[in-house]
């Protein structure tokens, strides 16, 4: 059984189609990557599975159990995580306070259980050093890092991540990358939109292309990136396909 289905999903705004019929499904432990043009439906489309956005039609499975009618907090209470493409977090808290927050009312923990799942979190995102400093104080790059740790301490089975590269340099995304496997091998679930297409093919297990609203192609990276629909609406035609066992994020 998929730990996350879509299933004929639907959604519009006004006479804007964001998401026409998109069925996907997500095994428990799958690194999932998603590209798409601008105004594609990707974040919507995370809006859809986390509960933010609300579908007019379909629905939503978490393992094996439709949500359709739960909101995002009580979905992050089953197991879905998400961060923002624009880090959320609370200025005049320290890194710490941020991550602690979230574990105890995004994970419903409380004491002991709460400070453990923090400091957890804050070590997987390789934040301890900056714990105790003011998160209005973070470059780009711990700030994603904070996004991350957020996420994380809700204690996600399946976590979505929203353009988590975009804006930092070749190792800033090379040392993110690695956060994110290694977040996959404890047999976390991962859908990441990323427009840092060589990320994703650095790591994932599969690439899904959107545009139009629906699904252009789902499959394995390198065979997704060279179909000539995915070229014709989002990659471009000379566009140069990351070689096979390319390890260097751009």
């Known amino acids: 059984m998929a730990l996350l289905q879509l299933d004929a999903v639907g959604k519009r705004f006004g006479q ?3 998401a026409e019929n998109v069925s996907l499904t997500v095994e428990a432990g799958a690194l999932v990557g998603v590209v798409g043009p ?3 439906g990707k974040t919507t489309l995370f809006g859809i599975v986390s ?3 609300r579908p007019d039609k379909g629905r939503v499975l978490f393992d094996g159990r439709v ?3 739960l909101g995002a907090a009580a979905r992050c209470r089953l197991g879905i995580g998400r961060t923002y493409q624009v880090p959320r977090p609370f200025g005049g808290m320290t890194v710490y306070e941020n991550v602690l927050l979230a574990a105890q009312h995004g994970a419903g923990l409380r004491g002991r259980d709460s400070l453990d799942r923090a400091a957890d979190a804050l070590e997987r995102a390789q934040l301890v050093a900056v714990a105790n400093r003011p ?3 973070l470059g780009l790059l711990q700030r994603k890092r904070l996004e991350m740790a957020r996420a ?3 204690r996600p089975r399946l976590l979505l991540l929203d353009e988590v590269a975009g804006g930092l340099t070749d190792p800033e995304v090379a040392e993110l990358t690695g956060i994110v496997q290694s977040v996959q091998a404890e047999g976390v679930a991962i859908v990441w939109i990323e427009h840092v297409v060589r990320a994703l093919v650095a790591c994932v297990d599969r690439l899904v292309c959107l545009a139009g609203g629906g699904i252009v192609a789902d499959g394995e990276a390198h065979a997704v990136l060279a179909d000539p629909a995915v070229r014709e609406v989002y990659l471009g035609a ?3 396909t ?5 390890e260097a994020p751009a």
């Open 16 to 18: 804007v189609v964001v």
């Open 38 to 40: 601008n105004g594609a």
């Open 51 to 53: 509960g933010d956005v």
């Open 67 to 69: 949500v359709n009618r």
């Open 135 to 137: 998160a209005e104080t």
């Open 152 to 154: 994380l301490a809700t």
């Open 238 to 240: 000379d566009i140069e």
């Open 242 to 246: 990351p070689t096979v066992g390319s």
